[in-house]
């Protein structure tokens, strides 16, 4: 079973950047179409961008569209997410997620990452 740990969080000044990454572990990680989603206290966890297997097709979530960028490397068996523009409401536990397929629904996909904190500050 692919595992996947994320890393590049932390605290950050709004209007800033961070990049995190999602490393998987095993050699089919160019099967799995991979998301990023997010989760604050008291909130339910919301999908944020996914990326294809290929890498040629994305979805972003609304209101992170034209600020956040999903990629992914599958030589590295790794998946980045570059925030820009940051915004305190910006502020969860990111999660990265694989599955069979590019959507935005939390259930459809199989595998997830431990998370990694994501503060913005205002």
């Known amino acids: 079973q692919v595992q996947l740990v994320e890393s590049g969080g932390g605290l950050v000044q709004a209007g800033g950047s961070l990049r995190l990454s999602c490393a998987a572990s095993g050699r089919t990680f160019s099967t799995y179409a991979m998301g990023w989603f997010r989760q604050a206290p008291g909130k339910e966890r919301e999908f944020v961008a996914a990326v294809s297997r290929s890498g040629g097709s994305t979805l972003y979530a609304d209101s992170v569209k034209g600020r956040f960028t999903i990629s992914r490397d599958n030589a590295k068996n790794t998946v980045y997410l570059q925030m820009n523009s940051l915004k305190p409401e910006d502020t969860a536990v990111y999660y990265c997620?694989?599955?069979?397929?590019?959507?935005?629904?939390?259930?459809?996909?199989?595998?997830w990452g431990q998370g990694t904190q994501v503060t913005v500050s205002s």
């Open positions: 997620a694989a599955g069979r397929y590019t959507v935005v629904v939390v259930a459809k996909y199989d595998h």
